[in-house]
């Protein structure tokens, strides 16, 4: 089975919600940090939201903070990102990663420290 997989994504207009999932797979052990990135056309790519598995501590990009919530389910070996009132820039590809690493505070959204990434899913925001 693949690592991760993304699901959810889709077209809203801009204030729309959106849910997006990510399964991760049973195979997958001791991870230590889950993570959302997003890439739009012509920017690189950054973190949007990252949770600490044990304290489930959440860390949030200041451009999504009061808007997005991170969340996992164990239960179901689940991660997921609700997103409210959304905007246009909030267009991209979205990406789960995972890591077993332990990261430092000032590195959870650096992309090399994560180990497993998902295969993306579009979300468009329109005005």
């Known amino acids: 089975q693949v690592p991760l997989v993304e699901s959810g994504g889709g077209s809203v207009q801009a204030g729309g919600s959106l849910t997006l999932s990510c399964t991760i797979s049973?195979?997958?052990?001791?991870?230590?940090?889950l993570a959302w990135f997003r890439q739009a056309p012509g920017r690189e790519r950054e973190g949007v939201a990252s949770?600490?598995?044990?304290?489930?501590?959440?860390t949030y990009a200041d451009s999504v903070k009061g808007r997005f919530t991170i969340s996992q389910d164990n239960a179901n070996n689940m991660l997921y990102l609700q997103m409210n009132d959304l905007k246009p820039e909030d267009t991209a590809i979205y990406y789960c990663a995972a890591t077993s690493k332990i990261l430092l505070s000032s590195l959870v959204f650096s992309s090399s420290g994560y180990t497993y990434w998902g295969q993306g899913t579009q979300v468009t925001v329109s005005s």
């Open positions: 049973r195979y997958m052990s001791d991870i230590k940090r």
């Open positions: 949770i600490n598995t044990v304290r489930t501590l959440p």
